[in-house]
């Protein structure tokens, strides 16, 4: 079994930054991909970033240019680096191993 356990949410302030971490541990077959999701209160989970094995990224459109997405192969970590933050991105975010398992999950709230 997977485990994925993320770390570097909190509170700050619009304009902050924040950096995510998530390290995988565990039954780890070969990754591929790696995800970083978020919900906010009352909003269905939506997909926030992604990284293939190879580096390339996808980002949604609403954190592009703020945002960015990087992992460590060795470690199996994954970071998603959060600039310009707005209050639109408080959320609870989880990172993701399609097909292995999600984090837990770590809150991100941005004042205004």
């Known amino acids: 079994q997977v485990r994925l356990a993320e770390s570097g949410g909190g509170l700050v302030q619009a304009g902050g930054s924040l950096r995510l971490s998530c390290a995988a541990s565990g039954s780890i077959f070969s990754i591929n991909d790696m995800n970083w999701w978020r919900q906010a209160p009352g909003k269905q989970r939506e997909l926030v970033a992604s990284?293939?094995?190879?580096?390339?990224?996808y980002y949604v459109d609403s954190v592009k240019g703020r945002f960015t997405i990087s992992r460590d192969n060795a470690k199996n970590t994954v970071y998603l680096q959060m600039n310009s933050l707005k209050a639109a991105d408080t959320a609870v975010y989880y990172c993701?191993?399609?097909?292995?398992?999600w984090g837990q999950g770590t809150q991100v709230t941005v004042s205004s």
């Open positions: 993701r191993i399609p097909g292995q398992g």
């Open positions: 990284i293939t094995s190879s580096g390339s990224t």
